[in-house]
């Protein structure tokens, strides 16, 4: 896990709060993935980042912005949740995108709870 | 449309037991497929995955699984599980035809008993 940090681990927030998830890749790899990770539902597929390009971004509510500066950095910009908003994000990153057989290496994760 | 199924949302063993979790898929072109582990409080680690060649493929800590083309199954298995075993296991596909996204199966909890 140490290829993938996160930071915070845990973030408490009120729904008028904003705050940043901040993930950093150690891997050299090329594209980079947030997941959200709620109870009882499979992993769900936020943003994707391909050479610092935003290339999926899958329905997900404005009130999540995602920034991606360079290759090895991914941000998780949080403003006016709300409390279903609770979950586990993840973050990942793989050699490439566009590559079938690439694995995926995720971070430990932050846990959101949003009050 | 890709998709893959985890029948069990829990698997109970007695350590030094093999183990089993179970994996089926549906993809449209040759699947890609993949297990992950989830400890609690941590990320996903990656365990193992199928690309092509031999059906049995061998992972980290002792982990195998078998792929089965016919029964589209892609089953995780351990000859002799360890407390420690215990976490949250998912499975995961891909396939080769455009489609790039990682599905993920819902999760198998293992608890394994001393």
């Known amino acids: 896990e140490t290829g993938v940090t996160q930071t915070p681990r845990h973030l408490v927030m009120g729904m008028t709060n904003k705050k940043s998830l901040k993930c950093e890749q150690h891997?050299?790899?090329?594209?980079m993935y947030w997941y959200k990770q709620s109870a009882k539902k499979p992993l769900e597929l936020m943003f994707v980042y391909s050479l610092e390009e935003r290339v999926e971004n899958n329905s997900v509510p404005s009130r999540f912005s995602p920034e991606c500066p360079n290759s090895s950095h991914l941000f998780l910009h949080l403003h006016t949740l709300q409390p279903e908003d609770s979950a586990l994000y993840l973050c990942?990153?793989?050699?490439?995108?566009?590559?079938?057989?690439?694995?995926?290496?995720f971070g430990p994760g932050t846990r959101l709870t949003v009050l | 449309a890709q998709s893959v199924a985890q029948p069990e949302d829990q698997v109970n063993v007695a350590e030094g037991n093999p183990l089993t979790v179970k994996c089926t898929y549906s993809v449209s072109g040759n699947p890609y497929l993949f297990w992950y582990v989830q400890y609690p409080n941590r990320g996903l680690q990656f365990l193992l995955k199928y690309i092509t060649g031999d059906n049995l493929v061998k992972g980290s800590y002792g982990f195998e699984a078998e792929f089965n083309k016919s029964q589209t199954s892609f089953h995780l298995k351990k000859p002799s599980a360890l407390v420690s075993d215990s976490a949250l296991y998912f499975c995961?596909?891909?396939?080769?035809?455009?489609?790039?996204?990682?599905?993920f199966g819902a999760g198998t909890r293992l608890f394994v008993k001393a």
């Open positions: 990942a990153s793989s050699q490439r995108y566009r590559t079938s057989t690439d694995t995926q290496y």
């Open positions: 891997l050299g790899h090329n594209a």
């Open positions: 995961a596909v891909r396939d080769n035809t455009g489609g790039f996204k990682t599905i």
